[in-house]
């Protein structure tokens, strides 16, 4: 009798053994990494975009055969693109075990999230979290991005409308962490301009059906030119609204609005818009193939930040095979700041801050229903 529950301890234990080691932080048979964004609601478009970007770089890599012999698995975590919903987003991953995340995509809701995330050491890389702060303020050590900070943004929207002769310029935007801080420098660099002035600077109100108020206010102002810190939802309302009443204010804004999901809303009047987006690397031969691998999966022309979610990715991954997994967070934050990677935005590493360097914006422009560069 003895002999038999020894036994049977003995499997119990081993069976034990094996059943949590399979199901420790990070499964011995795969390598895990959080992918957080929207993924659903009215700025899905941006999230399931970099999702997509994510998705295409683990699969080429798993058909190679992964890295340090192990599978890539993406854990994935819709925030909504909200600051409240991001807070959960980031406990979850991390009580997950996750140590490496290709996210988030919002400004707002990348801050909220890393407030959960440095505590826990976790790695963190956005393809679309364009404020400033979240790297110069030196506030968030384990945040990375590739895609240029909203301070270059905005500088090259003053100087755009300042060559096109516009130098009556109001400023709007949406009241969040993106869209505010934008405006703010776009605000700045106007009044540092002796040869510009600022005709309107003021908020709306996001998720506004009505922004009849504010129009009115830009028409009375006189504005050549109007830059808008903000999303496609409410730029969409704004330009259809200025339309309506006639008016021929120069509509510029930014990448959270240089997206085909503006254009399909705004329709007849997106048409003239500019706004400012990553860099144009359609002749990368790597930009190249993930796009042609976009069309050919998913019938249609890849979003907005695809293409800067691939670059993290390959990025994020390089680091994990080179610091040999996702446990050590100072070797992985090492290999992202000293050493280059090949990507689909081109050879990037990453400086002190944790800014994508090589990467930067340009001016687009909506021509019959589509974004054209601006050269």
Known sequence: ?????????????????????????????????????AHSGDLASYGISALRGAEYVVRQINDRGGILGKQIELVKEDDLC??????????????????????????????????????????????????PPLTQSGEYPNFFRTIASDDAQARLEVDFAKKRGWTRIAVLHDKGDYGKGLAEYAKGFIEQDPDLELALYEGIT??????????????????????????????????????????????????GVKDDTFIKVAGEFADGVY??????????????????????????????????????????LNAIERAGGTGDFDALA??????????????????????????????????????????
Request: with cysteine; hydrophobic share 40%.
């Open 82 to 131: 909200k600051p409240e919903v991001a807070t959960n987003s980031a406990t979850k991953l991390v009580s997950e075990g996750i140590r490496v995340v290709m996210g988030h995509i919002c400004s707002g809701a990348t801050r909220t999230a890393l407030g959960i995330y440095k505590p826990a050491k976790v790695l963190v890389m956005s393809p679309s979290a364009t404020n």
């Open 334 to 375: 090492k290999v992202l700041r000293t050493e280059s990677v090949e990507t689909t935005l081109g050879r990037i590493r990453f400086d002190e801050r944790g800014d994508a360097i090589g990467v930067g914006f340009s001016v687009y422009q909506v021509r019959n229903g589509a974004y054209a560069e601006v050269r």
């Open 206 to 255: 996001p998720g506004g059906v009505d922004y009849s108020a504010v129009v009115t206010k830009l028409d009375q102002a006189g504005a050549q030119a109007v830059i808008f810190g903000g999303y496609h939802p409410e730029a969409s309302k704004l330009v259809s609204q200025m339309r309506k009443k006639k008016m021929e204010t120069v509509f510029i804004s930014d990448d």
């Open 1 to 37: 009798m003895k002999k038999t529950i020894t036994i049977l301890v003995f499997i119990l234990v081993a069976a034990a053994a094996l059943y949590f080691g399979l199901r420790g932080p990070e499964a011995p048979e795969t390598i895990r990494i959080g992918v957080a964004g």
């Open 275 to 316: 706004a400012t987006g990553p860099k144009d690397v359609s002749t990368n031969p790597r930009a190249v193939e993930a796009t042609r691998a976009h069309r050919e999966t998913y019938k249609s022309d890849p979003g907005a930040f695809y293409l800067n979610a691939c670059a993290a990715t390959t990025a994020l």
